[in-house]
């Protein structure tokens, strides 16, 4: 039994077909690896400005003076701000002042806060 040439094999409009599927598929699964590689690089960078926001407070908690922590800073690809201000106490008996201490934590590129961490310390 003889094939008829048409029927012989793969035509050309197949081939660009499947090669189009193909390409699709690679396109949605580029996306997708993409996608969850940011989302890893963000998460690592959140992560480092934690770290770096919770050292920046125990440096503020202990540093008074001359020595204070300086009102902003960086530290790689982090920017940050150190505020702190002086509270009024509602309590009447209250002998203690107490101060709000704020560090915000920035991508230092885009300016995007990533951390932000308040305090309350007693003054000194």
């Known amino acids: 039994m003889k094939v008829a040439p048409s029927?012989?094999?793969?035509?050309?409009?197949?081939?660009?077909?499947?090669?189009?599927?193909?390409?699709?598929?690679?396109?949605?699964?580029?996306?997708?690896?993409?996608?969850?590689?940011?989302?890893?690089?963000?998460?690592?960078?959140?992560r480092e400005a934690v770290l770096l926001a919770r050292s920046l407070l125990a440096h503020a908690s202990i540093a008074s003076g001359p020595g204070e922590l300086p009102e902003s800073g960086h530290q790689g690809d982090l920017a940050w701000r150190y505020t702190h201000h002086t509270v009024r106490s509602e309590a009447r008996d209250s002998a203690a002042a107490l101060q709000q201490v704020r560090i915000d934590v920035l991508d230092r590129n885009t300016g995007r806060q990533l951390v932000r961490v308040e305090t309350l310390r007693l003054d000194q």
């Open 7 to 46: 029927e012989a094999g793969f035509s050309l409009v197949e081939t660009l077909v499947s090669l189009a599927v193909i390409a699709g598929m690679s396109a949605m699964l580029f996306d997708s690896v993409s996608t969850h590689a940011l989302a890893g690089n963000r998460t690592a960078q959140k």
